[in-house]
């Protein structure tokens, strides 16, 4: 049976991963791809919500999307780290998506020819947005990688910058193999090098647990600010 | 640098339609015009379909062209199904 | 495809009716060639047709539409950070999607004016470069601050609803691409003056500290909004030549009014109080009587000195400054492949 934990564990995955994304808004290098982002964004978004309101209706204690979503502290939230790190530069913006997309993509699939048909079934939906973000972050880890001398550096660095915080993807039942295939054919593709598992002793971790980085209490701070100063009100 | 070409657009409504000019963007390569496209143009489940094509591949009529390429048609009404008086009768014609 | 569990507003039906009309009558009319080209344009004006990106066109006529619709949309574009402002921290996970949804959709309805603009011949990077340079104005709405989350609820009801009014006449503007950017923007923000209008709903008929916050907000956009219809009529520099060329199809006094009536019986809806002791019902005229906004403060914020000027252009600046090196290896990949393949 799928425990109130591991469905709250996808739900701040991609929750905190939509909060992240749509801070792109009005800022995104062009007009075209600030419309992308927010495409991305409320796809997250939109599996957030259905997973917090599945993880609700499993605990049984009738609190809704907008009750974990808001009422949650940030040693509550089961979310990874690397979803919650700052916004950062459009290098890492588009890297943390291209890891983290694939692991939804392995996870995703896992999950659709799963035990749990309600999981089945938002896996399902999510799984074609998802094939939207692989794509979307693959043509830009391409572009960046392979485009100038400067955003061949900056792409570099979001690589070498994130890397440690994948391994944490990993510490539950999506198998590792397949994504690390993929992101190193994009990453050779895109003339990147892939950080080696035996040079990365620093491997942040703790998410699960509800151990975050120092930056989940001010996105929470700020994403939970006024729903949290009128309590009980409808919105 | 040089300039982001333009791309015009054109989306399939649904299947059995062609594919209507619905209007622009820029982008630097067709893969991404065709995914910019995808974005800005199909929100609202508008389309099945989408081409992109380089504004600066399309060769276009000229309005001063426009007497000499389309006026000649217009007195050959017989091209019409109406110019034709049918029998009283007739019947599935 | 967000629920709508409050009264059906009055007055937005008709307007949608008004860009269908538009829209039909796109087709099906064409008008008699002729060997002079300004009588060609002279011609299709005076018989309500479409003038084309190729047609001759009097060269004000281009200057004109030109800096009409960058200013449009620089005004969808600036028009996003006053309401981006509460995305990240909208009230429930709905309302979020919904902002999120479309403030996205601004950006879209700049980019089919950008491109509206370029058919006339001038390309989108200079019309970024006028904006910045101060060259291009947008619309001076968007330098105020969104202060609390009734003000998104605000925007959406006044502001939407003003611009709503402006552009369903603009779907039946002279120039055909304009004129098709319209009725797709229309069609697409109908859902924009309606989440604003539930946001409020929700908000008046909530807690008393909830209906204050909206209020407020209502206090505060008023009269901007009513100032987004551009001075009086007397005062107005560009009107008489627009109307001339339908470009624009009625003045800015009646569109101001013609709103005033529309938002009137909506307020009432709400209970909600419009901040005008002016406001009454004048049986002769058949419209509402109202105090006009202050047309200094306008000029004022016009001319850079809102509260809010430096920071919108400052933010869209470091925007475009921060993306430079990302544009440039798009193009640097673009040129690469072309060569290799």
New interface residues.
């Given amino acids: 049976m799928t425990g109130v934990d591991d469905v709250l564990a996808l739900g701040d995955d991609a929750l905190i991963a939509a909060q992240r994304l749509a801070e792109w808004t009005t800022n995104a290098p062009e007009l075209e791809e600030d419309i992308a982002l927010a495409n991305i964004a409320l796809d997250l978004l939109g599996q957030a919500r259905l997973l917090l309101t599945y993880a609700g209706e499993l605990e049984g204690e009738g609190r809704t999307e907008d009750d974990l979503a808001y009422l949650r502290g940030d040693r509550e939230f089961r979310n990874v780290q690397l979803v919650e790190l700052p916004r950062g530069d459009f290098a890492d913006a588009l890297v943390r998506m291209l890891f983290f997309a694939l692991y939804q993509r392995e996870l995703y699939d896992g999950l659709v020819i799963g035990d749990d048909a309600r999981l089945a079934e938002i896996a399902a939906k999510a799984a074609k947005e998802v094939a939207y973000h692989v794509d979307h972050s693959t043509l830009w880890t391409l572009r960046l990688g392979d485009g100038t001398p400067e955003s061949h550096r900056r792409a570099q660095e979001a690589v070498d910058r994130l890397w440690p915080y994948t391994h944490e993807l990993f510490e539950g039942d999506v198998p590792r193999e397949g994504w690390l295939a993929a992101v190193d054919a994009v990453l050779a593709e895109a003339t990147l090098t892939r950080p080696s598992d035996e040079d990365s002793r620093f491997r942040p971790t703790g998410g699960r647990k509800g151990v975050h980085t120092e930056h989940l209490s001010y996105l929470l701070a700020e994403m939970q600010v006024l729903h949290r100063a009128h309590p009980g009100a409808s919105w | 640098?040089?300039?982001?070409p333009?791309w015009e657009v054109f989306v399939r409504p649904r299947r059995g339609l062609s594919h209507q000019h619905v209007?622009?963007?820029?982008?630097?390569?067709a893969?991404?015009a065709l995914?910019?496209a995808r974005?800005?143009y199909t929100?609202?489940e508008e389309g099945v379909s989408i081409w992109v094509v380089p504004a600066a591949s399309i060769t276009?009529s000229?309005?001063e062209e426009?007497?000499a390429f389309?006026?000649p048609a217009a007195d050959k009404i017989y091209r019409h199904p109406t110019f034709y008086e049918v029998p009283e009768g007739a019947e599935h014609i | 495809m967000y629920g709508n569990d409050i009264p059906e507003q009055p007055g937005t039906a008709g307007l949608l009716d008004e860009v269908a009309a538009a829209e039909r009558d796109l087709a099906g009319r064409d008008h008699d060639a002729s060997a002079d080209p300004t009588a060609y344009f002279d011609a299709v004006i005076a018989a309500d047709g479409k003038i084309e990106p190729r047609d001759e066109m009097p060269e004000a006529y281009r200057k004109g539409l030109i800096r009409q619709i960058a200013q449009h949309a620089h005004s969808e574009i600036i028009g996003m950070q006053p309401e981006g402002n509460w995305i990240s921290r909208a009230p429930s996970l709905k309302r979020k999607a919904i902002l999120l949804a479309k403030v996205q959709d601004e950006a879209g309805h700049g980019l089919y004016l950008y491109a509206a603009a370029e058919t006339l011949g001038i390309d989108r990077a200079e019309l970024y470069r006028l904006l910045l340079a101060g060259k291009q104005k947008y619309s001076s709405i968007f330098n105020y601050p969104t202060l609390t989350w009734a003000d998104v609820g605000a925007v959406g009801w006044l502001v939407d609803g003003a611009a709503i009014v402006n552009q369903v006449p603009l779907c039946r503007c002279s120039y055909g691409p304009y004129a098709r950017a319209m009725i797709r923007i229309c069609k697409e923000e109908s859902f924009h003056q309606r989440q604003g209008y539930e946001i409020l709903y929700t908000l008046a008929t909530g807690t008393p500290e909830q209906k204050a916050m909206a209020q407020d907000a209502v206090d505060r956009w008023w009269y901007p909004s009513l100032a987004m219809f551009g001075p009086p009529d007397t005062d107005s520099t560009h009107s008489a030549q627009s109307m001339a060329w339908k470009i624009k199809r009625f003045s800015n006094d009646d569109l101001r009014q013609k709103f005033v009536d529309m938002t009137v019986q909506q307020a009432g809806v709400l209970g909600l109080v419009l901040p005008d002791p002016g406001l009454s019902w004048n049986e002769e005229r058949g419209h509402w009587d109202y105090t006009q906004p202050d047309y200094d403060e306008l000029f004022t914020v016009i001319k850079g000195d809102g509260p809010c000027n430096r920071e919108r252009m400052a933010h869209r600046q470091a925007a475009w400054d921060d993306g430079a090196w990302v544009r440039e290896a798009a193009m640097a990949y673009a040129e690469k492949k072309k060569v290799t393949t």
């Fill in positions: 640098m040089t300039a982001v333009l209007g622009s963007l820029h982008a630097p390569d893969t991404m995914r910019n974005d800005l929100r609202r276009a000229s309005p426009r007497d389309f006026d």
